[in-house]
């Protein structure tokens, strides 16, 4: 074969094959294309792989959590529940304390009127005193009917100053029985 037809050939291949290396070339740039194409999809499904792991353990942690607050609430409402029973008890012991405050106040007021009427009765006594000394003072002569009505006089302030110094110590007694009662109340009421 002479160079020519060498050439010629070549040329005429080189025609015929231009076709074949253009589609040649575009197929390599697709399969480049698809290579990268393919390359994004796997670095898509391993960062999809990543948020799905991350959404597991989201998810773990969410329930985690969900858990713990169902614990909580059963927590507040055993709080609540006691909180409830304190409330009770201190209303119980509310109304106790309010019926001992109004027995006191009672107690007060009988001690009130009878230390009114020791008050009257010294008053009294104190008149009488005053008017014994005048009659002393005025009947020197009646020493001896004197002497006796004053003993007398006096004999009776003694039992009436009994009566009432005794009656005055019930007095007292119940009210320190009431304070003692009170105190004990406050002791066991919760601070």
């Known amino acids: 074969m002479s160079q020519e037809l060498?050439?010629?050939?070549?040329?005429v291949l080189q025609e015929e094959l231009k076709p074949v290396h253009d589609r040649l070339e575009r197929l390599e740039g697709a399969v480049g294309h698809i290579r990268q194409d393919v390359s994004q999809l796997q670095q898509d499904v391993s960062q999809l792989q990543k948020e799905v792991t991350?959404?597991?353990e989201g998810q773990r942690t969410l329930e985690t959590t969900v858990s713990q607050i169902q614990k909580d609430i059963i927590q507040l409402q055993e709080g609540q529940n006691a909180l409830q029973r304190d409330v009770a008890q201190l209303q119980e012991?509310?109304?106790?304390?309010?019926?001992?405050?109004?027995?006191?106040?009672?107690?007060?007021?009988q001690l009130q009127q009878g230390q009114q009427i020791v008050e009257h009765e010294m008053a009294g006594m104190k008149q009488m005193q005053e008017r014994i000394l005048e009659e002393l003072?005025?009947?020197?002569?009646?020493?001896?009917?004197?002497?006796n009505d004053v003993t007398s006089i006096r004999k009776s302030v003694d039992v009436t100053v009994s009566y009432l110094q005794r009656r005055s110590d019930v007095m007292f007694d119940k009210l320190i029985d009431?304070?003692?009662e009170i105190l004990n109340l406050k002791s066991k009421m919760p601070n």
């Open 93 to 109: 012991g509310q109304r106790t304390l309010e019926t001992t405050v109004s027995q006191i106040q009672k107690d007060i007021t």
């Open 178 to 180: 009431h304070e003692k």
């Open 137 to 147: 003072r005025v009947s020197k002569h009646n020493q001896a009917l004197i002497l």
């Open 6 to 11: 060498k050439e010629l050939l070549r040329s």
């Open 54 to 56: 991350q959404l597991q």
